[in-house]
């Protein structure tokens, strides 16, 4: 499996929100600015076939409408599945609503952009080409329906934190995986996000490889001289082979 940094950051740094493209057509959370960023990275936007959206925080997800109107708009084929915590339909509606009032059609844009909500809760696993995707919820502050997951590409694995505080789901996550791509907010935890501590810790506890993603200018700088072999602090555009 293929796994492209197409962002890296927390929503203070100059680097993209943090994203993942998988294989070219697997995208992992769409927040402002993605899509533009992956036509400019030379991707074919609408190759992307299956969206995880991890929860609902505009970093996260703002781009969805955006991503809907390019395939409706451009005449894609076959559909798009969004796997998403519940209430994203009518979020991504309501985000089009403020965007272009004066749009009245948007469930024949969607329509046409052949899309598929398709809600997500802990521990369901879900079939997609190639594998399978099992979704771990996670604790993110107050942040309710916040969901990491596990994807299994011809039997190699590559767990996903999304944003999460350091707990038990996420030590399910890094067990289960090959390799793990973990927030990394901060230098210490909190319960919001995870720090560089907790993910030291996680390597010391599973001695896994572990991406460091959704990081701050701050814990991007102090994690590059943690000199641990097993923790990549990532950049956008890095690529790696699972
Ligand atoms: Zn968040
Ligand atoms: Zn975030």
Known sequence: MKIEFIGTGNITAPENNACCLIDEHILVDC?????????????????????????????????????????????????????????????????????????????????????????????????????SLRFIEVEHGDCDDCYGFIIDINGRRAGFSGDSAYCSSIGKIVSQSDISVLDMSFTQGGRQHMGEDNILHLIDTYHKPVYATHMSTTSRKHAQTADNDLLTVTKDGQIIEV
């Open 31 to 131: 927040g402002n600015g993605i899509v533009k960023t992956l036509a400019q990275k030379g991707h074919v936007v609408n190759d992307i076939d299956t969206l995880i959206i991890t929860h609902l925080h505009g970093d996260h997800f703002l781009d969805v409408p955006f991503l809907i109107m390019q395939r409706c708009f451009t005449g894609a084929s076959g559909s798009l599945r969004i796997y998403c915590p519940d209430g994203t339909e009518e979020a991504v509606d309501e985000v089009m609503r403020i965007a272009y009032d004066d749009v009245d059609d948007f469930d024949e844009i969607k329509k046409g952009a052949g899309v598929d909500f398709i809600e997500i809760w802990d521990d369901v696993e879900c079939e997609i080409e190639g594998g």
